[in-house]
């Protein structure tokens, strides 16, 4: 493929990947919230520290208990747009690898249901009295969740790609990799999930630092800078063990023509963020440049990703065969509707960011 993925494909196949890309990518940033800011609780609960201020006290844990309830609904609501067009692109690949998950997948409802509530216990003030070792049960229990979910994901985007190994699934019902696989691609998702939630706590942050002492501004600042930093480090690592133990044609695919240019900017992508978190560590505080200079890089880094996830799986699968289904699909009505839907749901999600952010501008500082 000699033009960037999906162009070489026809026009509906085309149009159908790009559409799934990019609305996964959006669902993506808010799971990466999601599931980043949960482990940072579960680690600031569990492990508070012996400073004045406890760490599940400072103000990157307290913003994170105040948001993640509603970082999770924004985060299921964007991924029902991704969770259609797979259904579309990926049809036989998807429906499959769901039915030979089983009970792994049919608890991932339920799982999100759990994980839902427990995130309003953990912000609310009953917690507060509970022992500690409560207290850190239910943070734990609440990452693990979301960790368990996104196991699930990954072990079905691996069975979608491993059709020859269906009917042992199917027989056995042991999954065909090894969990040296399966943490291979999950290392790269978590790891960067940590780069994307330090770039949006920088602009959350940053909004109310003009309230709060240097002594306050300046640790937080630095706390951003190593969790984005070491989650990008993170990421080249297991990026690059990913490459070295992939197969043949995995990697082939990797370093074809239409996929080499998304690894490129997923490099300037990082290079970016890496950028800007050490120039707000030297000065000690959160800017507007400097944190407009990660946000572009992890957007970059998100997207580039994504493009290079699917770009992966196109190469293994046999996409010829999927053509027509995607040109009857073209063929279906419909495209108004979703386009009007999609403009109402992302004016909610964006009405519902400004009024909790209203309210939080109205409440005192968080110590």
């Given at each position: ?19 799934y ?5 959006l ?12 482990l ?10 012996r400073?004045?201020?406890s ?15 509603f ?5 299921i609501?964007a ?31 339920p ?13 609310s ?5 509970w ?7 239910v ?12 196991f699930?994901w990954t ?11 269906w ?13 040296f ?5 999950m ?26 002492s ?12 190593v ?5 990008l ?5 297991a990026?690059?063990?990913y ?30 963020q890496?950028?800007?978190w ?7 505080r959160l800017?507007?440049l ?7 890089g992890s957007?970059?880094?998100l ?19 999927l ?6 699909a073209?063929?279906?009505g419909?495209f108004?509707v979703?386009?009007i ?11 519902c960011?400004?009024?909790?952010h209203?309210?939080?501008k ?6």
């Open positions: 493929m000699n033009l960037p993925f999906p162009l070489g494909f026809p026009a509906p196949t085309a149009f159908y990947l790009t559409l890309i990019l609305t996964f990518a669902h993506q940033a808010f799971m990466h919230y999601v599931l980043a800011g949960s940072y609780v579960a680690w600031t609960t569990s492990f508070p520290g400073d004045s201020v760490r599940n006290d400072q103000p990157i844990a307290a913003t994170l208990r105040d948001w993640l309830p970082l999770l609904s924004a985060a609501t991924g029902v747009a991704p969770l259609l067009f797979i259904q579309i692109v990926y049809q036989k690949q998807f429906y499959t690898a769901n039915l030979l998950l089983w009970w792994r997948w049919m608890l991932v409802v799982i999100l249901i759990i994980a839902f509530y427990l995130l309003y216990l953990l912000k003030k009953i917690m507060a009295h022992p500690h070792i409560a207290r850190s049960l943070a734990i229990s609440t990452a693990a969740c979301f960790v368990f979910v996104g699930c072990a079905n985007h691996l069975l979608s790609v491993s059709e020859a190994r009917p042992e699934v199917y027989v056995t019902g042991q999954l065909p990799f090894t969990p696989e399966v943490l291979a691609r290392g790269i998702w978590i790891s960067d999930s940590f780069a994307t939630l330090a770039a949006i706590l920088a602009w959350q942050l940053y909004r109310r630092q003009s309230d709060r240097a002594d306050i501004v300046g640790p937080a600042t630095r706390n951003l800078a969790m984005a930093l070491g989650g480090g993170l990421l080249t690592l990026g690059l063990t490459i070295l133990t992939a197969a043949d044609k995995t990697r082939d695919s990797l370093f074809d023509s239409g996929t080499l240019p998304y690894l490129i900017i997923s490099v300037v992508g990082v290079a970016m890496v950028a800007g050490f120039q707000q560590w030297r000065f000690g800017t507007g400097w944190s407009t200079v990660v946000s572009t957007v970059l880094t997207l580039a990703m994504s493009f290079a996830r699917e770009a992966i799986r196109a190469g293994v699968l046999d996409m010829p065969q053509f027509q289904r995607h040109a009857d073209a063929k279906v419909g108004t979703f386009l839907f999609t403009v109402l749901v992302s004016a909610a999600i964006a009405w960011f400004v009024t909790v209203r309210g939080l109205v409440q005192p500082p968080v110590a």
